[in-house]
């Protein structure tokens, strides 16, 4: 018995760490990835100059 709690301590901490490092590295993968993707694209397609004058025909500045 002597011993014990430490070394239930250390296995769970090597474990817990394990999963955090797997899942953050899944979560990066998975979501962040694609999200940098999705924000490429748009930005490529994007026209500002267009979406300017589509707001501005919709009446939305007071100013222009």
Known sequence: MRGL??????RNLI???SFA???GFAFKQ???NERKRKYAEFY?????E???EE???K???QSC
């Open 5 to 10: 709690l430490n070394s239930a301590i250390k």
């Open 15 to 17: 474990l817990s760490l």
């Open 21 to 23: 490092a797997v899942c």
């Open 30 to 32: 998975l979501v962040g």
């Open 44 to 48: 490529r397609t994007y026209d500002a």
């Open 50 to 52: 267009k979406e300017f």
């Open 55 to 57: 707001m501005r025909a």
């Open 59 to 61: 009446g939305l500045f």
